[in-house]
């Protein structure tokens, strides 16, 4: 159960392994990819090995993960990853390396993460995007998910305030409502009218 191996028509999305060090760094190492991550680029194998083992190896400890590598199909390297945690917020994210942006490889990796949580019973899944990062919007609107509200948060660790807005996609067969956590959290919340 734990992370079940995905493939779609170019992609297999499988397990984080400590042979993908090398490539996990050259996903986190990238400036402008990292720039609407919520951690800072990585500066070393050594970072990259520590993250593996803090983000992935207990992730994958857990009796439900969905913690993905986002390899191509012809070579089974991570050119990136997506995942949707499994605290309340049931947080949809992902990145992906700056030279395989553009063709449609995390929309089609969402959509079978998304159609894979539904299937085992999540209740809903949430995302949130810097206003500033519009694609990262259009990735979540692709696999299905809504607009809900806008909130400010001073980020951390990056330690500056930036406006998300959050989306949701309701799975449950009665309405599984609104995740009003981080509307609750803010004092600065409101909802636009023009997305």
């Known amino acids: 159960m734990n992370t079940p191996r995905l493939e779609t028509k170019r992609l297999i999305l499988r397990k984080f392994t400590k042979n993908d060090i090398d490539a996990l760094y050259l996903i986190l190492i990238d400036e402008e990819v990292n720039t609407f991550l919520p951690w800072f680029p990585l500066k070393s194998i050594e970072e990259a090995k520590t993250f593996f083992e803090v983000k992935y190896a207990t992730e994958y400890e857990k009796p439900q993960a969905y913690a993905y590598a986002i390899c191509l199909k012809e070579d089974n390297y991570p050119i990136g990853y997506i995942k949707v945690d499994m605290d309340e917020s049931h947080d949809f994210g992902y990145g992906l390396r700056k030279e395989f942006w553009h063709q449609g ?12 949580v539904k299937k085992d019973g999540l209740p809903y899944i949430t995302a ?67 997305i």
């Open 105 to 116: 490889i995390v929309t089609e990796a969402g959509k079978a993460v998304v159609a894979q």
């Open 128 to 194: 949130t995007h810097d206003i500033n990062n519009l694609r990262s919007g259009s990735v979540m609107k692709q696999v299905g998910m809504q607009y809900q509200y806008s909130y400010e948060e001073q980020w951390q660790p990056k330690d500056f305030l930036v406006t998300f807005r959050m989306y949701q996609l309701n799975f449950a067969e009665k309405n599984s409502g609104v995740f009003k956590k981080y509307w609750d959290n803010s004092v600065v919340h409101f909802v636009e009218t023009d």
